[in-house]
Antibody, heavy 123, light 110 residues
């Protein structure tokens, strides 16, 4: 069965960096793109972008350029989200989510999600 | 503030039918498919409905989805205590060139 297992919660000081991992199992890692979604406390979900697991090419959503980097290690079926120069407003739960292709429409949608990683930024 | 709007809470008693709404615009729900997810406390979101009204295998037929214009709905019939969870909708937004999500609805089974 498909599983996305994320790294555990992390507490960081402002200005530091954090790297969140998302280990996939139960399917061929390079067959599905990986997305990242943020949920700040008391807020809704925000799509951060995605990474093409075949080519490694990332696409960042508006508001998530510069300090946010998506990367892969296909040898261990793992996607990473790195955030640098952390700010208090980066405090949130970060989810990875796989996309699958709908064979009828050819469109992609989120079918499996990781359990989420809480990143807390506080001095 | 979410681009797509959901009521923050909903409730019902066991056996009842409840409906959760998801309101968007022409650039998202009005022109693209809607997806619904269930998130039980402390767990990963789970796909409930895709392509507006299709259920993945394993999702009970108590769950159904519909869409009309720029709004969509998730209906849960024969409500059970294990349905107590957060539910959120998602759609692609052509103007933003990205996914947008509803703010989520917390369902309480009384």
């Amino acid at each position: 069965q498909v599983q996305l297992v994320q790294s555990g919660s992390d507490l960081k000081k402002p200005g530091a960096s954090v790297k969140v991992s998302c280990k996939a199992s139960g399917y061929t890692f390079t067959s599905s793109g990986m997305n990242w979604v943020r949920q700040a406390p008391g807020q809704g979900l925000e799509w951060m972008g995605w990474i093409n697991t075949k080519t490694g090419n990332p696409t960042y959503a508006q508001g998530f350029t510069g300090r946010f980097v998506f990367s892969l290690d296909t040898s261990v079926s793992t996607a990473y989200l790195q955030i640098s120069s952390l700010k208090a407003e980066d405090t949130a739960v970060y989810y990875c989510a796989r996309v699958d292709r709908d064979p009828l429409t050819g469109l992609y949608y989120f079918d499996y999600w990781g359990q989420g990683t809480l990143v807390t930024v506080s001095s | 503030q979410s681009v797509v709007t959901q009521p923050p809470s909903a409730s019902g008693t066991p056996g009842q039918r409840v409906t959760i709404s998801c309101s968007g615009s022409n650039s998202n729900i009005g022109s693209n498919y809607v997806y619904w997810y269930q998130q039980l406390p402390g767990t990963a979101p789970k796909l409930l409905i895709y392509r507006n009204n299709q259920r993945p295998s394993g999702v009970p037929d108590r769950f159904s989805g519909s869409k009309s214009g720029t709004s969509a709905s998730l209906a849960i019939s024969g409500l059970r205590s294990e349905d107590e969870a957060d539910y959120f909708c998602a759609a692609w937004d052509d103007s933003l060139s990205g996914w947008v999500f509803g703010g989520g609805t917390e369902l309480t089974v009384l």
